[in-house]
């Protein structure tokens, strides 16, 4: 597999995982911090800053749309990660806290938590249990 996909899955996973067990061992806080993003315009722009920087960083190093369904999943992450960013920075605070309501988030919390969960899971197990790539001359920057 190559370099991108066993890093990104590495540190997607690791962060997806932390994600989760935030989100599983503070319920309350985590609720309260998502209610103030759906009304916080500030704080939803920077979410969209990061959101978008982050998604667009994976898109531009892995878009890879046919090596199997590792590498898929890591380009879907990015992919989502970008478009929900682009959502943050232009959609209206209104707007977001309607799409927030749609979700009926409060309600099946537990089941949004198993998002990152599963998904945090399945690429730091791929990642870390795949050979750790050589890196060629031009993969680290022409040095050595």
Same mark, same amino acid.
């Given at each position: 597999m190559s @370099?991108?996909?066993?890093?990104?899955s590495r540190l997607?996973?690791?962060v997806a995982l932390i994600i989760a067990v935030g989100m599983l061992a503070?319920? @309350?806080?985590?609720? @309260? /911090?998502?209610?103030? *993003?759906?009304?916080?315009?500030?704080? #939803? #722009? *920077?979410?969209?800053?990061?959101?978008? @920087? /982050?998604?667009?960083?994976?898109v531009l190093i892995h878009n890879v749309w046919t090596r199997g369904f590792w590498p898929l999943v890591v380009t879907l992450t990015g992919w989502a990660m970008l478009v929900r960013g682009?959502?943050? *920075?232009?959609?209206?605070?209104?707007?977001? /806290?309607?799409?927030?309501?749609?979700?009926?988030?409060?309600?099946?919390?537990?089941?949004?938590a198993l998002i990152p969960l599963? *998904?945090?899971?399945?690429l730091a197990l791929r990642g870390f249990s795949a050979p750790v790539p050589n890196l060629g001359a031009a993969e680290r920057g022409g040095r050595g």
């Open positions: @370099a991108a996909t066993v890093y990104l997607i996973g690791v503070d319920k @309350a806080t985590t609720l @309260a /911090a998502v209610d103030h *993003l759906g009304s916080d315009r500030s704080s #939803l #722009l *920077l979410l969209g800053v990061v959101r978008a @920087a /982050a998604g667009a960083g994976i682009v959502m943050n *920075l232009f959609l209206p605070t209104e707007v977001m /806290a309607a799409l927030f309501q749609t979700v009926y988030f409060s309600e099946f919390y537990y089941l949004y599963l *998904l945090g899971g399945y």
